[in-house]
């Protein structure tokens, strides 16, 4: 049996995640300059915070948190599915990959997967992705599911302004990749 791991940026609500039998990881962040994560915090309190002015710059997953989910996740299955939305080497992916290394070096069975999608289709990857599971799919099944799927889930949203993106730091990213601001 196969159980799956993940982090937060995916914004389940934990009673959906919990149903399925997800185990997420906090993201780390800081908000209006204090250092937070999505533990104590929920995403409602922080897209709240975002709306009244606030300013939020997003740290990534420590590994230890990714670790603490997946072992919550062994507890259920055999094997652990850890994925990750982060690609690359970035911060989230290589606590992941940390993670998934010090858990393998205790005898279980843990493969990363990092299908490259945003929250949302991440989101929606892992409710098919738990479903299948639960009915019995294997860790090779289910990356397939997930890498077939994963170019379904796509999202594009087009904001009325550009401040949102301004103030969680992610407009110097987008200006220096492409021709917005110049």
Do not use: M, N, W
């Amino acid at each position: 049996q196969i159980s799956i791991a993940t982090h937060d940026s995916i914004d389940l609500p934990p009673a959906l995640a919990a149903e399925l039998g997800i185990a997420i990881a906090p993201l780390e962040y800081y908000l209006a300059g204090s250092h937070t994560s999505t533990a104590p915090q929920t995403s409602a309190d922080f897209y709240a915070a975002i709306r009244t002015g606030e300013s939020a710059r997003i740290e990534g997953v420590l590994a230890d948190d990714f670790e603490a989910a997946i072992r919550e996740a062994a507890t259920r299955a055999t094997d652990v599915v850890c994925v990750c939305q982060s690609i690359g080497s970035s911060f989230t992916r290589v606590s992941a990959e940390v993670a998934v290394r010090r858990v393998q070096a205790d005898g279980k069975r843990v493969e990363l997967i990092s299908p490259g999608r945003s929250a949302a289709g991440l989101g929606a990857l892992l409710i098919e992705a738990s479903r299948r599971a639960r009915d019995g799919a294997s860790t090779e099944d289910l990356f397939h599911a997930i890498e077939e799927l994963s170019s379904s889930t796509d999202t594009y949203a087009i904001p009325a302004d550009l401040g949102y993106l301004d103030k969680v730091g992610e407009l110097s990213l987008l200006s220096s990749q492409s021709a917005v601001g110049r």
